[in-house]
C-alpha cells in the first residue's frame, strides 16, 4: 500500500462505520499508517455494545496496511487527549487529523429537548474542537522544536449546517459551527504548519439510507454515486502534504463532483453616515435586498 500518503500517520474520528470507515481504508491504501477512532454509539448516539473500530483495522490489516483502533469518546477531553496521545506513542508521529465522528437527534425546533440540543451540540462541535485542540497543541510543540509538520485537519460540516434543514435545528447549529471552527483554526495554526479545511459531504450511510432512501440507493449497474467511498479522495488530498496552500475552506463533495463553496461575504451596502430612524432604515433594506442574491432554500423546504 502505498500513495500519497506514504509516511502519514493520520486519525479518523467515527471511522468504525459509513464515510470515516470510507476515509480509514483509503488513507491506508494512499500509505498511511491509521488510528481508527470510534465509541460505537447507535444512530442517535445512545451506547452500543462494542465499538466497530477493531472491524475496520482488520480490513485494513487484511489489505496489507497498518493500522490500531481507538474506541473513546472524542468529545470528552480524556478521549480526545488519548486519542492524539495514542497516535503519537504507537507511531511516533500525527499529520492527519479527520474530525468525522457524530450523531443525529432530528425534531422540529418547537419539539426538540434541551438534551437533544446538548448531546448533538456536544458530539459534533465540542468532539471536532477537543481532537483539533490536542492535535493542534502538538504540532505547536513540533514546530517550537523546530520540526514544524506539514500537518492537516479536516472538519465534518454538511450542507444543514451551510443553508439550513428542517428538523435538524440542532444539527445544523453544529455543523454552521463546524464551518466558524475551520475558519478560525486555519487563521490560528497557519504558523506551526497546520491546514485546516471543512468538507460538507452527502454519502448512503446508516444516518442517511432510509430518511432519504430513494436519493441514496445504489443503482443496479454503473457509478453508485451515493457510495461513501466516493467523498473520501478529497479527504485524502487534503490530508496529504500535495494539498499546500489550501486551507480554510469549505468543499461540498458528492459522487463525482468537488464544489467550493463560497461563505458569507459584503452583498448590497448603504451608509447613511448618521444612525437611521427605524422606518427609514426599513426603507433602505428593501432597497439592498431588491439587487441581493437570495439565499439557498433551507433543505426540505422545496
Ligand atoms: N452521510 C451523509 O450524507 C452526511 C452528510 C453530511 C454530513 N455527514 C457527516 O459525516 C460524518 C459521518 O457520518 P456518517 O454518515 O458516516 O454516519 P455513521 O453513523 O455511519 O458514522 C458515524 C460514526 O461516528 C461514531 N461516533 C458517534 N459518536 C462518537 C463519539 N462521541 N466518539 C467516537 N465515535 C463516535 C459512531 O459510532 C459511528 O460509527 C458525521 O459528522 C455526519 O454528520 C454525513
Known amino acids: 500500500m502505498s500513495g500519497i500518503c506514504d509516511g502519514r500517520v493520520v486519525v479518523v474520528t467515527g471511522a468504525g462505520r459509513g464515510l470515516g470507515r470510507a476515509?480509514?481504508?483509503?488513507f491506508a491504501a494512499a500509505g498511511?499508517?491509521?488510528?481508527?477512532?470510534?465509541?460505537?454509539?447507535?444512530?442517535d448516539g445512545t451506547p452500543g455494545a462494542d465499538s466497530p473500530a477493531a472491524r475496520v483495522v482488520a480490513e485494513i490489516r487484511a489489505a496489507g496496511g497498518e493500522a490500531m483502533a481507538h474506541g473513546g469518546d472524542i468529545a470528552t477531553t480524556e478521549g480526545a487527549r488519548s486519542l492524539i496521545a495514542t497516535a503519537v506513542e504507537r507511531y511516533g508521529r500525527l499529520d492527519t487529523l479527520v474530525n468525522n465522528a457524530g450523531?443525529?437527534?432530528?425534531r422540529m425546533l418547537v419539539n426538540l429537548d434541551e438534551d437533544d440540543w446538548d448531546a448533538v451540540l456536544r458530539v459534533h462541535l465540542k468532539g471536532h474542537f477537543l481532537p483539533l485542540k490536542h492535535a493542534a497543541a502538538h504540532w505547536r510543540s513540533e514546530a517550537k522544536a523546530g520540526r514544524t509538520p506539514v500537518a492537516r485537519i479536516i472538519n465534518t460540516s454538511s450542507g444543514a449546517g451551510l443553508l439550513g434543514s428542517l428538523g435538524q435545528g440542532n444539527y445544523s447549529a453544529a455543523k454552521a459551527g463546524i464551518v466558524g471552527l475551520t475558519l478560525v483554526a486555519a487563521a490560528e495554526l497557519a504558523r506551526y504548519g497546520v491546514q485546516v479545511n471543512a468538507i460538507a459531504p452527502a454519502a448512503r450511510t446508516r444516518m442517511t439510507e432510509r430518511t432519504?432512501?430513494?436519493?441514496?440507493?445504489?443503482?443496479?449497474?454503473?457509478?453508485?454515486?451515493?457510495?461513501?467511498?466516493?467523498?473520501?479522495?478529497?479527504?485524502?488530498?487534503?490530508?496529504?502534504?500535495?494539498?499546500?496552500?489550501?486551507?480554510?475552506?469549505?468543499?461540498e463533495t458528492e459522487g463525482?463532483?468537488?464544489?467550493v463553496m463560497e461563505g458569507w461575504r459584503p452583498g448590497p451596502s448603504a451608509d447613511k453616515g448618521a444612525r437611521w430612524d427605524a422606518d427609514?432604515?426599513?426603507?433602505?433594506?428593501?432597497?439592498?435586498?431588491?439587487?441581493?442574491?437570495?439565499?439557498?432554500?433551507?433543505?426540505?423546504?422545496?
Open 23 to 26: 476515509h480509514a481504508l483509503a
Open 32 to 43: 498511511a499508517r491509521v488510528v481508527v477512532n470510534d465509541l460505537g454509539v447507535g444512530l
Open 103 to 106: 450523531f443525529l437527534r432530528d
Open 280 to 302: 427609514e432604515v426599513g426603507d433602505a433594506v428593501r432597497k439592498l435586498l431588491a439587487c441581493a442574491e437570495p439565499p439557498g432554500a433551507v433543505y426540505g423546504t422545496t
Open 256 to 259: 463525482g463532483r468537488v464544489t
Open 212 to 251: 432519504f432512501a430513494e436519493t441514496m440507493a445504489a443503482p443496479t449497474a454503473g457509478f453508485d454515486a451515493m457510495a461513501p467511498e466516493n467523498v473520501s479522495p478529497l479527504v485524502v488530498w487534503l490530508g496529504s502534504a500535495a494539498s499546500e496552500g489550501v486551507t480554510g475552506r469549505v468543499f
